[in-house]
Each structure stands twice: as C-alpha cells, then as structure tokens.
C-alpha cells in the first residue's frame, strides 16, 4: 500500500507570496492533518480534516488555512508568507478520526520564504 | 492541553547497549502515548503506541516502550542499539475525546557510537 504523498517536496517562496501544499493520504485514510516542525517551535499541529470538514485547529493565524476534498486528498495554503513560516509542513492521515489508530506521516514539504 | 516532556536533547550509547529515551505526558483522562523516528530529510516513521492494556508495548525494529501511569511516562527502550538506530525520536500524546490532534516533545536525537 503506498504511502503518504506530498507534492512539492521543497519550495522557495517570497515574502508576501502565497503558497499551496498538497497531500494524498493511504488509500483508506479518511483523516489528514498537518503539522508544522521548525527547529525552534519543534512540530506543531496546524488542523485537522475529516470527510472534507476542518475538524480541529491549532494555535495559528488565519494565514493558514486547509481543505479536504471528497477523495480525502488535502491542501492547506499560507498566505502573504512571512520569513518564519519557513519550516517543514508535514502531513499525516489515519484511517478514522478520534480513535486508538496511528497517524502515518509523509516526507514533508520544505518551504523556504526568501 | 496535552504535553510531553523530553527531557534531554541528545542521548548516547554505545552499540549494542541498551538504549533509553524518556518521556512525560500531561492530558486530561486516558492518554494514547506514541513514539515515532525521524530519519535526516524525512517525516516520521511510526514506532509503536500505548492504547490500553499491557504496560509492556512492543513495536518496529526491536523497540519496546514501558507505560507507568502513577509517573505519567512512557520510555522508550531497545536493548541492543545499532549504528542505524541514530536519528530524532519523538514522543507523542493524544487525548481520547475524540480528536487525532498530537501533542509532540521536542524531540532526542540518539547518537549511537560504534
């Protein structure tokens, strides 16, 4: 069963810019959520889907913000990019939300504001 | 809020003895406790999970964790380290309310020493 993919694998943005990640879960998974790591705030959760409805948020901005498609398939996009939003974005999918199953993660997208 | 301490930044150990990385959680009911490694450049790669039951959980690549609920702490262990064991371990917690929302410690690198 393949794993979890996230296209780009690196990008290099300016600031003001916007940007859009994208992630295919499992096949199966039903659940994605995004994780920010830097090596200041370590890995940070950013939210949570769930048959296309945000199910969960952390403490960010509203630059940040995510969909769900019907495939389970997520983006999250920032908005007006700042020099601190450089960071690794990863995304992990579990098969159900809010039960005893793991979250399986992919590589990561690295961005990286200029 | 749900948090996990780790409470040292490195660990090092000789190969083939046995390795220790700890781990402290605050959450509100029961916890679901998780350990996963990250390799340079790469997410993060599912270890092993605590849900209920046995204090004892073994997981991937001859690791096994000890849950201790008067101590709040889920350790990580694997009696004879290898060379390629050297990575980033984090620790993770999640409450059961019903969210897949992961609270992670900061993270140990392992540096096993031939």
């Known amino acids: 069963k393949a794993g979890v993919t996230q296209t780009p694998r690196y990008l290099i943005k300016t600031r003001g810019q916007q940007v859009t990640l994208s992630c295919s879960p499992i096949s199966g998974h039903r659940s994605v959520s995004w994780y920010q790591q830097t090596p200041g705030q370590g890995l940070q959760f950013l939210f949570e889907y769930f048959s296309e409805t945000q199910r969960n948020k952390g403490n960010f901005p509203g630059r940040f913000s995510g969909r769900q498609f019907s495939n389970s398939r997520s983006e999250m996009n920032v908005s007006t990019l700042e020099l601190g939003d450089s960071a690794l974005y990863l995304c992990?999918?579990?098969?159900?939300?809010?039960?005893?199953?793991?979250?399986?993660f992919g590589p990561g997208t690295r961005l990286t504001v200029t | 809020a749900q948090s996990v301490a780790q409470p040292e930044d490195q660990v090092n150990v000789a190969e083939g003895n046995p390795l220790t990385v700890k781990c402290t959680y605050s959450v509100s009911g029961n916890p679901y406790l998780f350990w996963y490694v990250q390799y340079p450049n790469r997410g993060l790669q599912f270890l092993l999970k605590y849900i209920t039951g046995d204090n004892l959980v073994k997981g991937s690549y001859g690791f096994e964790a000890e849950f201790n609920k008067s101590q709040t702490s889920f350790h990580l262990k694997k009696p004879s380290a290898l060379v390629s064991d050297s990575a980033l371990y984090f620790c993770a917690v999640r409450d059961s309310t019903g969210n897949n929302r992961l609270a992670f410690g900061k993270g140990n690198q392992v540096v096993v020493i031939p």
């Open positions: 992990a999918s579990s098969f159900l939300q809010g039960s005893s199953y793991e979250q399986y």
